[in-house]
Structures are given as C-alpha cells and as structure tokens.
C-alpha cells in the first residue's frame, strides 16, 4: 500500500502553511512497502508525471520541481534514473536533488485537493472513513484522487486493487465503495 499527503518540504522555515510557505516547496510525502512497490518504480513514476524542467519562476520554491532523499543509496538511484530519464527526454532536467530534512502536512483543504472538487464523489467516498486523517492517509482515496485528476482509469484501479493483498471481505468492501461514488 502507498499513503500519499501533499505538504510542504525542503526549506527553513519552521511551521510553513499554505499562506506563509516561506522558502518551503509544496510537496509530496509518500510511504510505501518496497515489497509492493520500488524506488525505481516510484522514480519513473516521478520523472514521467511532473515537470521536470519547471525552474525557479516568478512564484518563486512553491512550485519548484523538488526530489529529496533520505540516504546515499535514494540519491544512487535518483541521479541514476535522473540521467536515464534525460536521455529519454533529450534534455536536462532541472529538478533540485536535496537531502530531506522535514515534511509539514499541509492543511485538510490541500490533501486530495482534486477529488474533493467532486463534492458529490467526496461526500459519498468521506462516509467510509472515521475520520480526515483516514481519509487522507486511504491509498484507495490517494488512487480516486489522481483519477479525479486525470491520471487512470477505473478499470487500471480495479486491476491494481487485485494485487494489494486484500482479504475477501475488504475486497468486497472496497469495491461497494467503489460502486458508491456519485461522480
């Protein structure tokens, strides 16, 4: 399973908010099981799904295309698949390649900013989960989110949902989500 939440990273500024961000980067904090999913994996998703020539514009780091590593090994692979990725392209990516120091969560407002634009989808999805931070942190609402974006189909979801391992019963109950929502 992957759990995503956008945030703020790769600055100084204690306690950013969306408002006050300061040298910070709107960002992406993802965890992950490396025996579902690999760094690579991830990476290629990274350079193929983002701007990787974004530079420093007008607004400033909000918007600056940002990979941080946590080790040497991360930035092995990163420069790696970096350089792979540039010969595919047949240009330099810019994106600033920094070690993480800190993520801060962003608001609720700003995680699964593009699903909860589909307020009837939202509302039906919201009923399944407790609380925010369930919601936020659902790899299933992470995977509805990039749909609502643009990014999948419901019949790749579907075919992803096979290999995630579920039991018979949380199967079931994913998929009566599924058929719930009211786009």
Known sequence: MV???VGYSGG???NPTYRNMGDHTESLEIDYDPTVISV???LKM???HHNAQRMNDYRGRQYLSLLLYRNEQQLDLIQSQKQKFERQLGKEIVTEIKPYHHFYIAEDRHQ???LKRFSNAYASIFQHFTTEQAFVDSTIVARLNAMAKGFGTYTELKQSVQSWGLSEIEEQNLNKLLLSIKW
């Open 3 to 5: 759990r995503t939440r």
């Open 12 to 14: 100084s500024t204690k």
């Open 40 to 42: 690579v994996e991830l």
């Open 46 to 48: 990274f350079w193929q």
């Open 112 to 114: 699964k900013y593009y």
